[in-house]
């Protein structure tokens, strides 16, 4: 199994503040694994790491062959080409239908056929089962419907990398579980996700590797079906 991300003693910054240090993790192809950790322990700033929002402060990073300490700002935008993206916020474009919101991620990423985009586009939405909701504008969706739709976008590209931060926190049950079986699925599949969640019951539900942050560090690497407690 070839390993996607590769951090070896890794610190990161926010306006001056060191928020983790002394990071050593490695992740494969394929895995699927949860950050647990309380509010503010760094697990946002990790998964900001991944694709060059938050610089790497000291260390060394790996991210999908990039030397991430020394990345250039032109080679960023292709680095997040390969890495799909699922907010909490779902950050839909409002003035979109679900397919425009989808052809302008294509338009965006380098795609010039349409009939190809438009293929696409239907591949991901059944996926999702979403294909008949093409259509519609984000407000008219539940908040469920907005984040398949913002899951099918993060796998217009067929990433590599899968990143989720908290995707089933404002999701009802029956939802969040639809969510977090279609996470299974891709990780089945190859891509390797990694995702921070508060949401203990579904871990257990479906237990992966889990790393938990606290103390400004990865404090455990564990699988999470051997946790009892957590934040």
Not at 40 to 50: E, T
Not at 191 to 197: G, Q
């Amino acid at each position: 199994m070839a390993n996607l991300i590769e951090y070896r003693n890794v610190e990161l910054h926010r306006n001056d503040v060191v928020v983790l240090k002394n990071v050593s993790v490695t992740i494969g192809e394929g895995e699927l694994v949860y950050l647990t950790g309380k509010v503010g322990s760094g697990k946002s700033s990790f998964l900001k790491s991944l694709y060059a929002e938050i610089p790497i402060a000291a260390g060394k990073a790996d991210v999908l062959g990039r030397d991430m300490a020394t990345i250039r700002r032109r080679d960023i935008p292709l680095l997040r080409r390969e890495i799909g993206i699922v907010f909490q916020d779902f950050r839909l474009l409002p003035d979109r239908s679900v397919f425009d919101n989808l052809m302008f991620v294509l338009g965006a990423t380098g795609w010039s056929d349409k009939d190809e985009k438009t293929e696409r586009i239907e591949s991901v939405l059944r996926e999702m089962g979403m294909l008949n909701k093409g259509y519609k504008m984000p407000h008219a969706l539940s908040g469920g419907e907005q984040q398949r739709v913002v899951m099918a976008r993060a796998l217009l590209n067929r990433p590599k990398l899968l990143i989720a931060d908290e995707p089933t926190g404002n999701l009802d049950p029956e939802t969040a579980e639809i969510i977090m079986r279609r996470f299974r699925e891709i990780a089945n599949d190859g891509t390797t996700v990694v995702m921070a969640t508060h949401n203990l019951s579904m871990i257990e539900r479906y237990p992966a590797r889990t790393l938990r942050f606290a103390g400004r560090r990865i404090e455990s690497d564990t699988c999470s079906s051997d946790l009892q407690t957590a934040d």
